[in-house]
């Protein structure tokens, strides 16, 4: 069982930053893939970014160049850094642990999910 608690979240002005951190339980953190999604209301949910056990990254295509995926496999913690926000990016962010170690592309491919924290960005 794996166990992930977002935190970093909150109220940013357009053009600011935030540091989205997820801690996970457990000891299987360093040998499978994370992700970060987002859910706005009344969308579905969609992968922003993610990583594999070795750091390989993928970025969805409208966060590319702003917003940086990374993973400290010794604090069993993976982070996302977002820069020149957007009010367009408000959200619910979610972390998720995969059942692989290649990066995943599909929810269906994620094992266990936070609760989220909420990022939202005022203009």
């Known amino acids: 069982q794996v166990q992930l608690v977002e935190s970093g979240g909150g109220l940013v002005q357009a053009g600011g930053s935030l540091r989205l951190s997820c801690a996970a339980s457990?000891?299987?953190?360093?040998?499978?893939?994370m992700g970060w999604f987002r859910q706005a209301p009344g969308t579905e949910r969609e992968l922003v970014a993610a990583?594999?056990?070795?750091?390989?990254?993928h970025y969805a295509d409208a966060v590319k160049g702003r917003f940086t995926i990374s993973r400290d496999n010794g604090k069993n913690t993976l982070y996302l850094q977002m820069n020149g926000l957007k009010p367009e990016v408000t959200a619910v962010y979610l972390c998720a642990a995969s059942r692989y170690a290649s990066v995943a592309y599909y929810e269906r491919q994620y094992r266990y999910w936070g609760q989220g924290t909420q990022v939202t960005v005022s203009s």
């Open positions: 457990g000891r299987t953190f360093s040998s499978v893939a």
């Open positions: 990583v594999s056990s070795d750091s390989s990254t």
